[in-house]
């Protein structure tokens, strides 16, 4: 494993974003007035705009889903991919409105999240663009008896506040954006309180810090920030996800993924480097267990040939 600068604009910030408030607004409305069934005869006309119009994505899922697969992916593949992404996005609206009694949902290690409770401790929930994030902060909330902060970069959060206020949720989640100067002391005041605070650690930001793994059969590069910002706050870290399983069916895993309460300082960096290459596993067996519902629409395994220009040492001006 190698850690270096990632030295590039990351390509997901690069995609433009899809989508408006306003047409937030008119498919919340649609949907709220049909219910959950009949809003989602609409998500197979966004599914299939999204399948005959994004050739990029189209090709970046199918390198993703051969290697989730272990076969090649056919068109039916790809379409099921993007119709579990729009269920998703759908089902926020529910959730946001929270109409949880719309939903089944399985939780895989709930002893763990109870003892987490028990504690008395705020810990950092791990996630990654997979499933539904939203259905993790009601598991939270409800199940674990406390509140679920997300972080995350501070473009995303300018745009997900956008799409809330065309939601205008009764009770909007919590959200610290990433990158401001009080980010890391807003973390660590809800932390005290005993929060739990949700990261995603899949996608890296430009001249970010990443750690080169094996992921899925070929060399990834997943952002150390994340893991060093736990390792900084000497808090345990739990890895979460919320699998959309078809029709109204989540699944909800829980499971252990690192503990820096007690990392000893000159132990820090292989406790990082170790618990990214844990998450990195964690994120495979679902890939492979959940295939579609994976949500990163870019080129996340890079050519060897990009790898070594983000790998290689940048050029330094001359002295003298």
């Known amino acids: 494993m190698a850690s270096h600068a990632h030295g590039a604009v990351a390509e997901w910030r690069r995609r433009p974003e899809r989508g408006s408030p306003l047409a937030l607004r008119i498919m919340a409305a649609l949907s709220m007035r049909l219910g959950r069934r009949g809003g989602r005869l609409l998500l197979y006309l966004i599914g299939g705009y999204f399948f005959l119009f994004a050739p990029k994505a189209r090709r970046t899922m199918r390198d993703y889903l051969r290697r989730?697969?272990?076969?090649?992916?056919?068109?039916?593949?790809?379409?099921?991919?993007?119709?579990?992404?729009?269920?998703?996005?759908?089902?926020?609206?529910?959730?946001?409105?929270?109409?949880?009694?719309?939903?089944?949902?399985?939780?895989?290690?709930?002893?763990?999240?109870?003892?987490?409770?028990?504690?008395?401790?705020?810990?950092?929930?791990?996630?990654?663009?997979?499933?539904?994030?939203?259905?993790?902060?009601?598991?939270?909330?409800?199940?674990?008896?406390?509140?679920?902060?997300?972080?995350?970069?501070?473009?995303?959060?300018?745009?997900?506040?956008?799409?809330?206020?065309?939601?205008?949720?009764?009770?909007?989640?919590?959200?610290?954006?990433?990158?401001?100067?009080?980010?890391?002391?807003?973390?660590?005041?809800?932390?005290?309180?005993?929060?739990?605070?949700?990261?995603?650690?899949?996608?890296?930001?430009?001249?970010?810090?990443?750690?080169?793994?094996?992921?899925?059969?070929?060399?990834?590069?997943?952002p150390t920030g994340p893991m060093r910002a736990a390792a900084m706050l000497r808090r345990r870290v739990m890895f979460m996800l919320g699998l959309y399983r078809g029709g109204n069916r989540y699944h909800v895993v829980f499971e252990p993924l690192a503990d820096f309460s007690s990392t000893p300082p000159a132990q820090r960096q292989a406790a990082i480097e170790a618990?990214?290459?844990?998450?990195?596993?964690?994120?495979?067996?679902?890939?492979?267990?959940?295939?579609?519902?994976?949500?990163?629409?870019?080129?996340?395994?890079?050519?060897?040939?990009?790898?070594?220009a983000r790998a290689a040492p940048r050029p330094q001006p001359p002295r003298g």
């Open 68 to 222: 989730a697969l272990g076969r090649e992916p056919h068109a039916a593949d790809r379409f099921r991919q993007i119709m579990a992404f729009a269920s998703t996005i759908h089902d926020r609206i529910y959730l946001l409105a929270e109409r949880y009694e719309l939903f089944e949902v399985s939780l895989q290690g709930e002893a763990l999240m109870q003892d987490l409770v028990d504690a008395g401790e705020g810990a950092i929930l791990m996630g990654a663009h997979m499933g539904s994030f939203e259905l993790l902060r009601w598991i939270g909330e409800q199940h674990a008896g406390r509140g679920l902060v997300m972080t995350m970069y501070e473009d995303n959060a300018v745009k997900v506040n956008a799409m809330l206020a065309a939601l205008a949720p009764r009770h909007p989640p919590e959200i610290i954006a990433l990158g401001r100067i009080d980010a890391m002391l807003r973390i660590r005041a809800r932390l005290e309180q005993q929060a739990m605070v949700g990261m995603l650690a899949d996608r890296s930001l430009a001249d970010e810090s990443v750690l080169a793994v094996s992921f899925l059969g070929a060399t990834a590069y997943f």
């Open 275 to 308: 618990a990214i290459a844990r998450y990195a596993a964690l994120l495979e067996r679902y890939c492979r267990s959940d295939p579609y519902n994976w949500f990163n629409f870019f080129d996340f395994w890079r050519s060897p040939a990009a790898a070594a």
